[in-house]
């Protein structure tokens, strides 16, 4: 089993849909939790921590269920410039080590 | 303008010929990472530091090596790069390790 886990998609939603994303993680002993975005071929960029009671940034929500060991992301009223390949982060562990899924694609079409 | 470098950018090179990618950050970040991109596999992390002098091995450590002799730069260097190397490195720096990382524009590696 992968240490993260993504659907890849791609998630292919019309603009102002509302669309979420789920990641699953195997180390019950992890810390801290990130969703970061990376559009094409460019560096990822931090797009919202997720903290244990869940926190929104705009249109962007983001929760943790540590009992079943995921994280999710929900997109209201999707724009076009939201099409990005979502990456979810999960760090733990003395050593710092930290594992990143392979990415969910969503496609916003006008 | 807060940032981390990469460099070069692009790079094609043979194998068995040493190379060096460069990593520069100037927000005096304790923490910085090595990070390879493959189709499907994602973002693999190769090597990172706590610190200056402070090195850990990540996932796929075999064929790099890093050094951190100073608090700014952090270096990757293939000694010997196979074809099963190529791929995409972004370096990233952190403040210490536990929030969010910044990442560089990435380093497109070809070995042939």
């Known amino acids: 089993r992968k240490e993260v886990e993504q659907d890849p998609g791609p998630f292919n939603v019309p603009e102002g849909a509302t669309v979420a994303f789920n990641c699953t993680y195997s180390n019950s002993a992890s810390q801290s939790f990130f969703w970061y975005r990376q559009d094409c071929r460019k560096e990822p960029k931090l797009l919202m921590s997720?903290?244990?009671s869940g926190n929104e940034d705009g249109r962007f929500t983001a929760q943790l269920n540590r009992a079943s060991q995921y994280i999710s992301l929900l997109i209201r009223d999707s724009k076009l410039s939201d099409s990005a390949t979502y990456l979810c982060v999960v760090k733990g562990g003395g050593y710092q080590k930290v594992t990143f899924g392979t990415g969910t694609k969503l496609q916003v079409i006008p | 303008e807060a940032q981390v470098t990469q460099n070069p950018r692009y790079l094609i090179t043979v194998t068995g010929k040493k190379l060096t990618v460069t990593c520069s950050q100037n927000?005096?970040?304790?923490?910085m990472s090595w990070y390879r991109q493959d189709p499907g596999l994602g973002l693999r992390q190769i090597y990172y530091s706590m610190n200056v002098e402070v090195t850990d091995k990540g996932d796929v450590p075999e064929g790099y090596k890093v050094s951190r002799k100073e608090k700014r730069n952090f270096p990757l260097i293939l000694e010997s790069p196979s074809p099963n190397q190529t791929s995409l490195y972004f370096c990233?720096?952190?403040?210490?390790?536990?929030?969010?990382?910044?990442f560089g524009p990435g380093t497109r590696l070809t070995v042939t």
């Open positions: 990233a720096s952190s403040l210490n390790g536990e929030g969010e990382q910044y």
């Open positions: 997720v903290y244990s």
């Open positions: 927000m005096n970040h304790e923490y």
